[in-house]
């Protein structure tokens, strides 16, 4: 939803503040609209004002649509990663048929659509799919991708709406903040919430009533009589905190809550500073993620796809803009850790 305007502002959300266009006769909504499918205007300064104005700050409400099989893979700890909205952006979007447009996995609108939303931890945590930032997605072929092409010019593909469009910084996966909540959006036109995330117990805690169980049917290895669904780690991405001198795994609750991670209240001290820690590696020169590894084989997420490295590397699109590729271990270089550091 696009608002105009200096009154548009007032008694918003500071921590989603609204699009912004200045629309007036030579600059109609019809024209703002056609240039964010244009990538021929992805340069253009009044679109990149537009688009600069959608902004994530901490505590941000993060939205990423998924099909029953994502919905699934969260429920067994897949972390947030690649294309997702502000949940601000796309509130006027609640039936399946509205929501299929945002969909990653390039499959044909379902009876029911799901969705994971979070909070952002930081700002540093999201790059917009333009420019400099992820050059090489919207010249992908279409063979080589799923859903949408990436327009490249900070919008969602649409042909009515203005929807801004971020993805995970390098399309790392970023760590699960407390209370996170998994969605169902039936075509009754309600908002369903399904679970939420408890970080202490690393699991997602089910909310939604007799009412809406059988929201869940249709959702490959879930049974909607659990009452509980602890994770597995899935992702080699972690919060880490410190306290005086000592690491910790951390939980993120934004927009203000960065404390240890601990079952019991007492222990779950206020840590003085965090980090987001993943593996990075180089594969055929290629930069990429480490999602996960045994003694032999790796697999592996592009950090910036592009035709090239798509091609250099073997690299198989999973879903919207995410390539992985399986490596031998032994193949990779630079291989270590990184650290991401907030300012708390």
């Known amino acids: 939803m696009t608002l105009t305007g200096e009154d548009a502002a007032v008694g918003s959300d500071p921590l989603e503040p609204p699009l912004m266009a200045p629309l007036r006769r030579e600059l109609s909504w019809e024209r703002v609209q056609s240039m964010t499918q244009s990538l021929g205007h992805q340069d253009d300064p009044v679109l990149q004002g537009i688009r600069a104005t959608a902004a994530v700050c901490r505590g941000t409400r993060m939205t990423k649509v998924l099909s029953a099989v994502q919905l699934a893979g969260h429920l067994a700890g897949w972390l947030p990663y690649g294309f997702c909205y502000r949940a601000c952006d796309i509130a006027h979007l609640r039936t399946p048929g509205e929501l299929s ?68 910084a390098g399309f790392a996966d970023l760590p699960m903040p407390a209370n996170a909540q998994l969605l169902a959006y039936p075509g009754t036109g309600d908002e369903v919430v399904l679970y939420t995330y408890q970080p202490e117990q690393h699991g997602w805690l089910r ?48 927009p203000e809550d960065f404390r240890v991670r601990a079952l019991t209240r007492a222990a779950r001290y206020p840590v003085h500073s965090l980090v987001r820690r993943a593996e990075r590696a180089l594969w055929r020169t290629v930069p990429m993620w480490v999602l996960q590894r045994d003694e032999n084989w790796a697999r592996l997420r592009l950090v910036r796809p592009d035709a090239d490295s798509v ?20 193949e990779l270089t630079d291989h270590g850790i990184a650290e991401i550091p907030y300012q708390l």
Request: hydrophobic share 40%; net charge negative.
């Open 101 to 168: 447009l945002l969909r990653t996995d390039g499959a044909d609108t379902q009876p029911v659509v799901y969705a994971l939303r979070w909070r952002a931890t930081d700002p540093i945590d999201f790059e917009v799919p333009m420019g400099d930032v992820q050059p090489g997605l919207p010249a992908l072929p279409a063979h080589s991708r799923i859903g949408p092409m990436v327009l490249g010019t900070g919008f969602t593909p649409s042909t009515g709406d203005l929807i801004p469009e971020f993805v995970t």
């Open 311 to 330: 091609s250099a590397v073997g690299a198989r699109c999973y879903e919207r803009g995410v390539y992985e590729v399986w490596a031998p271990l032994r």
């Open 207 to 254: 909310l939604a009533g007799p009412r809406w169980r059988h929201l869940l049917e249709g959702v490959p290895g879930v049974s909607p009589d659990r009452e509980y669904l602890p994770c597995t780690d899935a992702g080699s991405a972690r919060f880490i905190g410190r306290v005086g001198d000592h690491e910790y795994q951390a939980v993120a609750d934004p």
